[in-house]
């Protein structure tokens, strides 16, 4: 069974280690905060901090940030989410203090010259561009505004060109100080070095900072409204996303949700949507069901992409199998197999000592405690065939399903 060692700094920036055989340390730092927390005037100014975070410090120049773990062989990377941001690195072992002592000068000390900023703007319009030219992820994107309306948790990551016209410096460090708050940090790592030395970088490199606690609360996402939305698009394929508002991170149903939504729609060549559409009609190419939950609420959708005189075909068939889940108890065996198999997914995912320090960070910054494997396949063991029967009928209701459809 994995352990966990665990220590909070006086500032209230927690860290979380695992200590493996991995000769290589995946670390990183997860903040707390992402587009969610933005005010409407500030909408993809934390997707921007992102990019312009690595674009020098009160100790080093732009490239000197880019270089310092590049030279040793290593790499640093940053991701921005509607409730989250994190810096993370991939180091030897040995090169372990280097990479936490450049992560928290980047947090800390970036300096956002004005002149960086001006060429960034410029590559996240590029950004920008590009994912209007992906269909199929840009849906999502849509289909979440669609579905939380017009309330910040529905706001693409991008933002708009608009508003970055507008960033500045001062804008910059406005919405750090007021969203970068130590007790909403959790530094992760996993790699063989022993906790003592995460301990000793940590008060090092981390510990001399001001506790920063934060002083807003999110307001909870309330509002939804089904409704039906046709985009008229210049592509060869049709898109289509049909969904709903679904449980939080702490509501205990959503493990539930997690294998009925595996079962429906996961990465397995079996799964019901992939064996009605590809399998046995050939209609789509690529179809999945999708469950995200977030702070207070969450969202479920299916997707697929298909040719355009077959939307309507294929759109049939996906209700069906939602009827059909809602409506017709899964056998013993199915659903031993379907935990089986969601089990298996998790344990290879696991396999990703990159992807284990990300899960394991942002387990310990929304609860606080951190699963095993084991933990969370005796969790899935309690799920009944009825329990996925009550969920299939809350989350896939006919009359609560919202559907985008890009033409």
């Known amino acids: 069974m994995q352990e966990f060692d665990i220590l909070t700094l006086s500032n209230g920036i927690r860290f979380i280690h695992w200590r493996n055989a991995s000769k290589i340390i995946h670390c990183g730092i997860t903040i707390n905060t992402g587009t969610r927390d933005e005010f409407e005037n500030e909408h993809g100014l934390a997707h921007f901090i992102e990019h312009v975070i690595f674009k020098g410090t009160t100790h080093r120049k732009a490239y000197h940030v880019i270089s310092r773990l590049e030279d040793v062989g290593g790499d640093l990377n940053a991701y921005t989410a509607k409730e989250e941001t994190c810096i993370y690195a991939t180091v030897l072992a040995n090169d372990f203090e280097r990479?936490?002592?450049?992560?928290?000068?980047?947090?800390?000390?970036?300096?956002?010259?004005?002149?960086?900023?001006?060429?960034?703007?410029?590559?996240?319009?590029?950004?920008?561009?590009?994912?209007?030219?992906s269909p199929a992820e840009l849906i999502f994107d849509d289909f979440e505004e669609q579905v939380f309306a017009n309330a910040p948790i529905g706001r693409n990551i991008l933002g708009t060109k608009k508003n970055l016209k507008t960033f500045t410096k001062q804008s910059i460090q406005t919405f750090m100080q007021r969203t970068y708050n130590t007790d909403q940090m959790v530094f992760s790592s996993v790699g063989d070095i022993p906790f003592s030395k995460v301990k000793k970088v940590a008060e090092k490199y981390f510990g001399g900072f001001p506790a920063n606690p934060r002083l807003f609360t999110r307001t909870p996402f309330n509002g939804y409204s089904p409704s039906v939305i046709e985009k008229h698009k210049s592509t060869y394929q049709a898109h289509c996303i049909v969904g709903n508002l679904a449980y939080d991170l702490k509501n205990e149903k959503r493990i539930a949700l997690h294998l009925l939504i595996n079962i429906l729609g996961g990465p397995g060549m079996n799964s019901?949507?992939?064996?009605?559409?590809?399998?046995?009609?050939?209609?789509?190419?690529?179809?999945?069901a999708s469950y995200t939950p977030y702070s207070d609420t969450g969202i479920v959708s299916v997707y697929f992409g298909t040719d355009k005189e077959n939307i309507d075909r294929s759109m049939s068939i996906v209700q069906k199998e939602l009827t059909k889940i809602r409506t017709v108890s899964i056998s013993d065996l199915l659903l031993f197999k379907a935990k089986k198999q969601l089990v298996g997914q998790l344990a290879i995912a696991a396999e990703s000592n990159e992807g284990q320090m990300l899960s394991i960070g942002k387990s310990l910054l929304v609860y606080n405690s951190v699963d095993s494997l084991e933990e969370v396949a005796q969790k899935l063991e309690t799920v009944t065939a009825m329990d996925l029967i009550t969920?299939?009928?809350?989350?896939?209701?006919?009359?609560?399903?919202?559907?985008l459809i890009f033409r």
């Open 99 to 133: 990479s936490a002592e450049l992560i928290s000068d980047i947090l800390f000390n970036s300096t956002f010259p004005e002149r960086e900023l001006a060429k960034e703007k410029e590559v996240v319009f590029d950004e920008i561009n590009s994912y209007k030219d």
């Open 272 to 288: 019901r949507l992939n064996l009605s559409l590809r399998e046995r009609h050939g209609l789509a190419y690529n179809v999945e």
């Open 391 to 403: 969920t299939a009928n809350e989350i896939f209701a006919p009359t609560q399903l919202a559907t």
